[in-house]
T-cell receptor
Framework: DAGITQSPRHKVTETGTPVTLRCHQT?????MYWYRQDPGHGLRLIHY???????DKGEVSDGYSVSRSKTEDFLLTLESATSSQTSVYFC????????????FGQGTRLTVV | GNSVTQMEGPVTLSEEAFLTINCTYT??????LFWYVQYPGEGLQLLLK?????DKGSNKGFEATYRKETTSFHLEKGSVQVSDSAVYFC???????????FGKGTRLSVIA
């Protein structure tokens, strides 16, 4: 299994509070991604990174920010959590453009009350 | 833009039945195609892939053939088991441009 660790695995937070999810990899892969999974929507890309300090938006980036200060860590921040951000969040990594298949972490279940 | 369309589930089969999950795609170039499987409470796992037309990906008794003429990548298994119960996702990468584009997933339930 790819060395990907997401933390926390479960979190309950209140509306309006900031939340940061962490993804840590031990594979030294260049690309890292954050997806959210919701019933009826499948997997939707939030943000991704193609190198240290290099990030780009996905299809559902509003309300989220990311940072990547080291190759191994990719942080997802909800600046002010809303109930619509209740979801399961997955981090994924891939080697490079020649090997685009992604490897996924176990997910973080976030509930905003 | 690029997109993936999967048959809607859920799909319920008896053990040892034949499985087909349809997947079609739209892409501007010549994509690589993937099937992922997600077991309850887990992340997605790569099941198989194909990188060019007429390639067949296979793994754990599952297989899928990249059909450029029909823009399809249907997943098949000759004899399903209860342990195959999961959600299956079709995905593409267009000309190596990450990230992957996913279909909405198809839930498979296999009953003994």
């Amino acid at each position: 299994d790819a060395g990907i660790t997401q933390s926390p695995r479960h979190k309950v937070t209140e509306t309006g509070t900031p939340v940061t999810l962490r993804c840590h990899q031990t594979e030294n892969h260049r690309y890292m991604y954050w997806y959210r999974q919701d019933p009826g929507h499948g997997l939707r890309l939030i943000h991704y990174s193609y190198g240290v300090k290099d990030t780009d938006k996905g299809e559902v980036s509003d309300g989220y920010s990311v940072s990547r200060s080291k190759t191994e860590d990719f942080l997802l921040t909800l600046e002010s959590a809303t109930s619509s951000q209740t979801s399961v969040y997955f981090c994924a990594i891939s080697v490079d453009r020649a090997q685009p298949e992604a490897f996924f972490g176990q997910g973080t279940r976030l509930t905003v009350v | 833009g690029n997109s993936v369309t999967q048959m809607e589930g859920p799909v319920t089969l008896s053990e040892e039945a034949f499985l087909t999950i349809n997947c079609t795609y739209t892409a501007t170039g010549y994509p690589s195609l993937f099937w992922y499987v997600q077991y309850p409470g887990e992340g997605l796992q790569l099941l198989l892939k194909a990188t060019k037309a007429d390639d067949k990906g296979s793994n754990k008794g599952f297989e899928a053939t990249y059909r450029k003429e029909t823009t399809s990548f249907h997943l098949e298994k000759g004899s399903v088991q209860v342990s195959d119960s999961a959600v299956y996702f079709c995905a593409l990468s267009d000309r190596g441009n990450t990230p992957l584009v996913f279909g909405k997933g198809t839930r498979l339930s296999v009953i003994a």
